[in-house]
């Protein structure tokens, strides 16, 4: 390899582990942003053990990247074989873990959108006004996906929030002899006076919706975020393995030139 060559790939190199470090900090600057904020949509999960677990694997992900950015980058400048072959193994397993996140996401993606269904009417009909955090989200979600409970405005009849015994089947089902049930202030529709989302609230079983409030439910609307957003992802993840791999091709080739000691920078 003659030394030209190899100048140019040590530099490729310190340009793509600057690139990794500006990665590793968005990343894990995000873990903690979600761990620490519970408006997120991530937080619709109904076991928070899951969504912990999730957001810290997350955070290791993004914490490997920046320590694999600092070796590639310090072992480039530096010409050393020790800190580009920890680097090689810090991106090795960062690489597998990425194909292993992305196969079991591929395998599981139908799964998804049932995932996301049982959460949003388990958060509707158990949770909201119950459990502050899902209250919170759960406004956030309806606010600004401009939409109203589940299905619709009529999941929030049978929902603990209308004081609705959830474990009384027969409660339940004869629900409708109180024929009036209310729905929150987020299911109002914008530039809606307050006086007029105050009466729009209060809606009679199985009668027509106002106007004043949004009438379409956020499961479809999530799913289809979820959708539109699965592509983008997924070009960004092939993008970021690409680049990781030329980065570990680099690495190899620089060991191999640093130990032949056939250049200099």
């Given at each position: 390899m003659k030394g030209g060559c190899c100048s140019c790939v040590k530099y490729l190199m310190i340009l793509l582990n600057i690139l990794f470090l500006i990665i590793g900090i968005t990343i894990t600057t995000g873990a903690i942003w979600m761990l620490s904020d519970p408006i997120i949509l991530l937080s619709m999960s109904q076991l928070n053990n899951q969504y912990t677990f999730a957001i810290y694997i997350f955070l290791a992900v993004g914490l490997l990247i920046l320590l694999g950015g600092?070796?590639?980058?310090?072992?480039?400048c530096k010409e050393s074989k020790c800190m580009l072959v920890l680097f090689f193994?810090?991106?090795?397993i960062v690489l597998v873990a990425q194909l292993a996140a992305g196969a079991w996401a591929y395998c599981n993606r139908d799964k998804l959108?049932?995932?996301v269904r049982a959460s949003v009417k388990y958060s509707v009909?158990?949770?909201?006004?119950h459990v502050s955090t899902r209250t919170v989200t759960f406004d956030a979600i309806q606010k600004n996906l401009k939409c109203c409970g589940g299905d619709g405005p009529s999941d929030w009849a049978a929902s603990k929030y209308?004081?609705?015994d959830r474990n009384n089947a027969i409660n339940v089902a004869v629900s409708n002899l109180n024929p009036?049930?209310?729905?929150?202030?987020?299911?109002?529709?914008?530039?809606?006076?307050?006086?007029?989302?105050?009466?729009?609230r209060k809606l009679?079983?199985?009668g027509a919706f106002n106007y004043s409030i949004y009438q379409t439910g956020c499961m479809d609307k999530l799913i289809e975020i979820i959708h539109e957003n699965w592509i983008i992802v997924a070009g960004i993840s092939i993008i970021i393995i690409t680049l990781e791999i030329?980065?570990?091709?680099?690495?190899?080739?620089?060991?191999?030139?640093?130990r032949r000691d056939h250049y200099k920078a």
């Open positions: 600092m070796l590639g980058c310090c072992g480039s193994c810090v991106f090795l959108d049932g995932l009909q158990e949770e909201y006004g209308n004081n609705v009036f049930y209310n729905i929150p202030q987020t299911c109002c529709r914008e530039n809606i006076a307050e006086n007029e989302c105050e009466i729009s009679k079983v199985g030329f980065a570990l091709s680099f690495s190899l080739c620089l060991c191999c030139a640093i």
